[in-house]
């Protein structure tokens, strides 16, 4: 049983930064990539970013792709997303979520952290 428990979030001004915190605890830990997503009232849940977890290869959304960050901490079994030269439309629910396997689909969540961005 691991949970995944997202923090950081908040209330930002445009082009200001904020760095979202993503630590899996629980017994029988096995990840093979944990990413980010997001999502906005009445739209679909998106890709943000995504680091797998042993070779640290990362992946992005072009919408955020050299504004913001994914890295991890194995030692701590967490995850981050530094954030950017913030917009607007980057406001949302941002999720943390973990995948077992290679290939497989993100099975595990987090209860999800809010992102504020102000004009």
């Known amino acids: 049983q691991v949970q995944l428990v997202e923090s950081g979030g908040g209330l930002v001004q445009a082009g200001g930064s904020l760095r979202l915190s993503c630590a899996a605890s629980?017994?029988?830990?096995?990840?093979?990539?944990m990413g980010w997503f997001r999502q906005a009232p009445g739209k679909e849940r998106r890709f943000v970013a995504a680091?797998?977890?042993?070779?640290?290869?990362?992946y992005y959304s072009d919408s955020v792709k050299d504004r913001f960050t994914i890295f991890r901490d194995n030692a701590k079994n967490t995850v981050y997303l530094q954030m950017n030269s913030l917009k607007p439309e980057d406001t949302a629910l941002y999720y943390c979520?973990?995948?077992?396997?290679?290939?497989?689909?993100?099975?595990?969540w987090g209860q999800g952290t809010q992102v504020t961005v102000s004009s």
């Open positions: 979520a973990a995948a077992p396997l290679s290939g497989s689909q993100y099975d595990l």
């Open positions: 629980g017994r029988a830990f096995r990840i093979h990539r």
């Open positions: 680091i797998t977890w042993s070779g640290g290869g990362t």
